[in-house]
């Protein structure tokens, strides 16, 4: 049994993750886990995919960053679905597929994986160093406070009885974020 996995970082990647979801479904994923989360936050879905998972299927991803944020994390999906019987496929490994169902396919997907990591800090250093710089030269103003802004919405949900957790899902804002605008507003 094929099972798919998609996963964008933000709300906003609606059309890639429907493009995720349809590729998936036209390889013949009889089972799809999806979720709009960042890689570095509790992805559920994953989770649950990997519990779901038996003997004989393949977990499916489109891309690897979709999957894993670090080599390690990687390793430690690739050591559990092993474990488990269970192989893991990536339908554009740089324009074409790869499965660990052979030692070449674990090899290169160690090999990227690590890779792809050494990008990701490469390109966060990068971030880093920028702001850094627009901060000495007054450029930089942060990024736009976007929960702030939908407190009177919170207001409004919280009045007509809904609760933190529920206000955060509708409005698309972290839970922390209205527990915090929430006790703010009330002091």
């Not at 994923?29 to 990997?50: D, G, M």
């Not at 559990?80 to 496929?89: F, M, T």
């Not at 007509?160 to 698309?172: D, F, K, V």
């Amino acid at each position: 049994m094929l099972i798919g996995y998609g996963r964008t970082s933000t709300f906003d990647q609606i059309a890639g993750l429907e493009a995720q979801i349809e590729h998936l479904t036209a390889i013949g994923c009889t089972k799809t886990f999806t979720e709009q989360v960042s890689s570095i936050a509790e992805r559920e879905q994953l989770n649950l995919a990997l519990e779901f998972v038996r003997e004989g299927d393949a977990l499916v991803v489109t891309r690897l960053d979709r999957l894993a944020r670090s080599t390690s994390d990687l390793l430690r999906i690739i050591d559990l679905l092993d474990s488990k019987g269970v192989a893991l496929s990536i339908l554009d490994f740089g324009g074409a597929a790869v499965d660990t169902k052979s030692p070449t396919g674990k090899l290169m997907l160690t090999m990227f994986g690590a890779l792809a990591q050494f990008e990701r800090e490469l390109m966060l250093v990068r971030q880093r160093e920028g702001i850094e710089r627009a901060m000495r030269e007054g450029k930089y103003q942060g990024r736009a406070p976007t929960a702030r802004r939908r407190l009177p919405e919170m207001r409004k949900l919280a009045e007509e009885g809904l609760s933190p957790p529920e206000i955060a899902n509708r409005l698309q804002v972290s839970r922390a974020s209205v527990y915090r605008l929430l006790k703010e507003d009330r002091a």
